[in-house]
């Protein structure tokens, strides 16, 4: 695995996904539902990258407003919501039956499994072998017979089931605060995000604000993401709307039946795409033109409350062995002392 | 005459009562949110609620939009990730329930939430199997909730394993002992599964429901009950408690789209 060690690694979600994606590789949504990359994944469609393989847990609008702009062309999934139910034909049914874009089923555990076996370097992981005897181990997609294996475990005979380790090219992360270098720190639901980073052999992060190092050095508790992973790191307040992040807004639910309504009509779809995806920069350009659309109160009306979690103390005595009076607290002696104890011990060695 | 209610109104009460107290509950979106929300907020106030996404002891004052809204509670008590949820929670069996939602189910309440027609001829996805394979194979029992989903005789895609081919079979297959659905709640009815052949049975209706309109909806020869219970309505707390937590469970998914679109359709108005 490439190792990331540039102390600044600020850019725009335009450079990072220009300098860091190409066509045809594969990635996975490190965050899923919660916290969503949308910034990233909105520039993805922007540079109307082509022919992805996307690993999902659980989709809402991404998957659609993906497919829809023919960006990714194979689908690994667990759960892709139906915000319309089943009357209305999603850009994901007419994908599938048109041929545009090849779906493997999968399940929560067993796809984030594939994960944390790539993201430990492991070739496989046992899983709970329950599903054996479903389709979702039984038939095969494109994936064909690399997901699912079943073996015998080796201390008692007993049928295993154990899935394939991945590690897509690069993984999406939206968090609510990085340093320059990329220690990306999130909180609130962990989801898939610590194994889908980890897996990936590279990370875009993008972060609701960029802290200095000395708040990460106090709450590394809360890195998800280490900076050696991650390769590019864009500072994009709102980066995650509609979806919600802890701390800065929750979910915009209004806007995201503006989707789901449009996206059923191809016409409506291509509509909401432009204006929402083409037609504005960036994040920036796009909240400012939400507010024009919608008014500022609108907006506002999501902005998180404090519930601030009581810091945990990273303390100690910063103090070496030597006291303030320069007297080690573990001989009972200066430093002059104890270089005269080392002489006197035949300890030193004459260089010269 | 008590208060009006909605269907949802009913099948959530219904579904809540099967809660008990000091229980682990795995619950997913929707219906099946609601109906842990109502039994924490009611008769089973220790019951422990988990959702996949690594929330445990979430402690909901409203309903979560999905799995992962951490905007439902003032905080919770165990933040983990989702193999931990699979692994140290539900493999090591402190799962007590899962609620599920139902697309197809077979009479041995085996389930299909993919997708329908065939391989290459694929009508419509579904969710997709998300976390009810494991949840439903694990946990201690499954609680399944179904409104707008199908029994069919024979599952277009088999996600989420019940009884298997009745009997033993699903024992045998290795998923732990006692485990398996306990019952399915519809628009229509109250439905369990019979002890040994495991095959599904009509246990209950719903107030103005009739033998012949459930029977209609089932393409095989359902067994039905001796004695048949009437779903008790729900009381004027759990209506009150749902429509304060959960009004667009209340109105049901295809009332809340309109009505939400409605919404939307004014906001945008007001910002052009």
């Not at chain 1, 690694?9 to 045809?24: L, P, Q, S």
């Not at chain 1, 201390?155 to 090219?169: A, C, E, I, Q, Y």
């Not at chain 1, 270089?339 to 030193?348: C, E, I, Q, R």
Request: aromatic share 10%; net charge negative.
């Amino acid at each position: 695995m490439e190792k990331y060690m540039d102390a600044d690694k600020r850019m725009t979600a335009a450079e990072a996904i220009g300098r860091f994606v190409n066509d045809g590789e594969s990635f996975v949504f490190a965050n899923c539902l919660y916290c969503m990359p949308l910034a990233l994944t909105h520039e993805l469609i922007r540079q109307g990258k082509k022919n992805l393989m996307a690993f999902q847990q659980g989709g809402i609008e991404e998957i659609d407003q993906l497919i829809l702009s023919k960006v990714i062309d194979r689908l690994v999934l667990a759960y892709n919501f139906r915000a319309g139910g089943p009357r209305i034909v999603s850009p994901l049914d007419r994908a599938i039956k048109e041929g545009q874009v090849a779906v493997e089923e999968m399940t929560n555990h067993t796809l984030l499994s594939m994960m944390k076996a790539g993201a430990m370097g492991y070739p496989f992981l046992p899983v709970l072998p329950g599903i054996k005897v479903t389709d979702v181990v039984r038939r095969n997609g494109f994936m064909g017979n690399q997901r699912f294996a079943r073996l015998p475990d080796p201390f008692t005979g007993k049928d295993t089931l154990v899935v394939k380790g991945f590690n897509p090219d690069f993984a999406l992360i939206h968090v609510q605060r990085a340093d320059r270098a990329g220690n990306g720190q999130l909180w609130g639901a962990m989801i898939n995000s610590k194994w889908a980073a980890l897996a990936a052999k590279k990370v875009i992060l993008s972060c609701e604000e960029i802290v200095d190092t000395e708040v990460i050095m106090s709450s590394p508790h809360l890195t998800i993401v280490p900076s050696h992973k991650v390769c590019a790191v864009v500072e994009c307040p709102w980066g995650a709307h509609p979806s919600e992040v802890l701390g800065h807004y929750d979910y915009d639910f209004p806007f995201r039946v503006l989707f789901v309504g449009s996206a059923a009509n191809p016409d409506a779809a291509k509509f909401w795409l432009d204006e929402w995806i083409h037609k504005v920069k960036d994040r920036q350009e796009y909240i400012r033109h939400y507010v024009k659309r919608f008014g500022r109160d609108t907006l506002e009306a999501f902005r998180a409350k404090p519930f601030k979690s009581v810091p945990a103390d990273y303390g100690s005595t910063f103090s070496r062995d030597w006291d303030d009076q320069g007297y080690s607290r573990s001989m009972g002696m200066t430093m002059q002392e104890f270089v005269a104890m080392l002489d006197a011990k035949g300890a030193l060695i004459d260089g010269n | 005459m008590g208060t009006k209610f909605t269907i949802q109104e009913l099948i959530v009460s219904r579904a809540a009562k099967e809660l008990k107290d000091r229980e682990f509950v795995v619950i997913g979106q929707g219906i099946a949110m609601a109906a842990g929300v109502l039994a924490r907020r009611t008769h089973a106030p220790n019951s422990v609620i988990l959702t996949e996404a690594g929330l445990l002891g979430i402690d909901p004052f409203k309903v979560p939009l999905h799995i992962a809204d951490p905007t439902c509670t003032r905080g919770f008590t165990y933040s983990c990730d989702m193999i931990d949820i699979f692994t140290t929670v539900l493999n090591q069996g402190y799962v007590d329930v899962t609620f599920l939602g139902v697309g197809q189910i077979d009479r041995f309440g085996n389930m299909n939430s993919s997708y329908l027609g065939e391989p290459g001829n694929y009508t419509t996805r579904m969710t997709g199997a998300g976390g009810a394979p494991e949840f439903i194979g694990y946990a201690g029992r499954a609680i399944l909730t179904m409104s707008g989903g199908t029994f069919v005789e024979k599952l277009d895609y088999f996600t989420s394993p019940g009884y298997l081919e009745g009997g033993d079979s699903r024992y045998a297959a290795g998923m732990p002992e006692g485990s398996g659905p306990s019952v399915l709640i519809t628009t229509r009815g109250v439905f369990k599964f019979d002890e040994t052949s495991k095959e599904m049975y009509l246990a209950g209706l719903h107030p103005g429901v009739t033998v012949d309109e459930i029977r209609a909806e089932v393409p095989w020869d359902l067994k039905i009950a001796d004695r048949l219970e009437t779903t008790p309505a729900p009381t004027e707390e759990e209506i009150a408690i749902l429509r304060s937590f959960a009004p667009d469970i209340t109105m049901g998914r295809k009332l809340q789209l309109e009505v939400v679109m409605k919404q939307v359709i004014n906001l945008l108005s007001k910002g052009a």
